[in-house]
């Protein structure tokens, strides 16, 4: 965990490895300059882009059929009777059914 080093006049934000959030950026921006264009990083990059690609197109497929069967699937997650749980929600609360109306009042 990172803390807060107080010292004079000075404070810095510390990476919790004894070291300064700001000089670990630094750090990285080099390091990453420096790496950016290795045939490693750019196969990890090429990579990336492939699997990203490959799970996009992927979810398309899935949900392009699944639209069809969406109520098979509701009902197989949520059950059967799902969508009678959300009606009420859809009436103005000042109506009356006719079946509380002749229900016995408690």
Known sequence: MGGVACGG?????LDGQGGSVASSRQVWTVVREQVAESPAALEDERRL???LSQRRSRSQEFFSSAAGQWTVYAEEFFGATFHLQRSPGWLDRTWTSAISAAAPAR
């Open 9 to 13: 006049h000075e404070s810095a934000v």
């Open 49 to 51: 882009r492939a699997v």
